[in-house]
């Protein structure tokens, strides 16, 4: 292996760094946001729009990103050091600090390389996995190569520890079977629950959307509980959290309940009045004009536009969910295992 400067070292990974974290948030900020924009909760100047300047495209675009940023940042801070721990721990072990340095700066290459060209593409693709996936094909590489060469006085006799390198196979697999199976349960559970609770359940069940946001409310919580904060997991214990997080959503969803009860029950002083629209033009009344029926708003229908509001700020939620979900599992993948830049050694 060259003998390469720990200065230089240093520098080459920061700045590889920077350039992953740049390429992560043209990608990831997309997978996150993309359900809210595409369905018009969330607004900005369309890009390929050539009537926009670029500075007006900056602009639009600028509270979206800090909306995101927002959210991954407090994903990363309070619930991320799991998925970095493994990542940069429990992956591949052993082998000297340069070794382990290098391994780090070939690993950013690959996942600038995989996130900037899929980006460029239009194509979604997550970092996690090709940091992953690289961290897990330099060692396998650095231990068939460490196998066929026996000579590694000159690592001792600089004062490094020459620990052998092994890939953790039983970390990998289960990683691996994480990444087969997301795809299909996530098309599963999003299949059945349109088919459950899709458009017509919430326009005309009244308990639809508050069920409906009690779920989402429930998963959040689970993810919070669960693998947030240490101090928050310890103080609530093993079986405590899932408990918690279904009190939560159950509390959440009722409240949601009893105010649309309410609401209801103050709309139907209201229901009995038919509401005639006049023409603002008309003075007189034509007798061959075509009758205007009464229009009879009742205390089971609400008027479009506020479910289309209460489906937008739902919705505006759930993107701050996925936003700090996904903060948590993967922002810090940049720093991974490289203790020539500062992490454990």
């Known amino acids: 292996m060259p003998d390469l400067n720990p200065t230089l070292l240093a520098v080459i990974g920061v700045g590889l760094a920077i350039c992953v974290l740049c390429v992560m948030g043209a990608n990831d900020v997309a997978n996150v946001l993309g359900t809210a924009y595409g369905a018009g909760a969330l607004r900005a100047p369309a890009h390929?729009?050539?009537?926009?300047?670029?500075?007006?495209?900056?602009?639009?675009?600028?509270?979206?990103?800090l909306f995101a940023g927002v959210f991954e940042f407090a994903g990363a801070l309070f619930a991320g050091s799991s998925v970095t721990e493994h990542i940069s721990e429990q992956l591949v072990t052993g082998g000297t600090a340069r070794q382990r340095a290098v391994s780090a700066l070939g690993t950013l290459v690959a996942s600038f390389a995989l996130v900037a060209g899929s980006t460029v593409a239009a194509l979604p693709v997550s970092a996690s996995h090709a940091?992953?996936?690289?961290?897990?094909?330099a060692g396998a590489f650095q231990a068939w190569q460490q196998g066929r060469d026996t000579n590694t006085t000159s690592s001792v006799a600089a004062g490094e520890i020459a620990l052998p390198i092994q890939v953790r196979w039983s970390s990998v697999v289960p990683i691996v079977i994480v990444w087969l199976a997301s795809p299909i349960v996530g098309f599963l559970a999003g299949y059945v629950l349109y088919f459950i609770c899709g458009a017509q359940c919430i326009f005309e069940e009244p308990l639809g959307l508050p069920l409906l946001a009690g779920s989402i409310m429930g998963s959040l919580f689970?993810?919070?509980?669960?693998?947030?904060?240490?101090?928050?997991?310890?103080?609530?214990?093993?079986?405590?959290?899932p408990v918690t997080a279904a009190i939560s959503s159950l509390v959440f969803t009722a409240s949601m309940v009893m105010f649309l009860i309410k609401r209801r029950e103050m709309l139907a002083r209201y229901s009995d009045a038919?509401?005639?629209?006049?023409?603002?033009?008309?003075?007189?009344?034509?007798?061959?004009?075509?009758?205007?029926?009464?229009?009879?708003e009742t205390a089971y229908l609400e008027p479009p536009y506020r479910y289309a509001r209460g489906l937008r700020l739902l919705m505006i939620f759930t993107a701050a969910a996925i936003a700090f979900a996904h903060g948590g599992n993967g922002k810090f993948i940049a720093q991974e295992e490289n203790p020539e830049f500062g992490t454990r050694d």
């Open 222 to 241: 689970v993810f919070i509980f669960i693998a947030g904060p240490p101090d928050l997991r310890v103080l609530l214990g093993r079986w405590s959290a």
């Open 48 to 65: 390929s729009s050539s009537s926009l300047s670029v500075w007006a495209r900056i602009k639009g675009a600028v509270p979206l990103v």
């Open 274 to 296: 038919p509401f005639v629209p006049a023409s603002p033009s008309a003075t007189t009344i034509d007798a061959e004009a075509p009758s205007i029926d009464p229009i009879h």
């Open 131 to 137: 940091t992953a996936s690289a961290i897990v094909a």
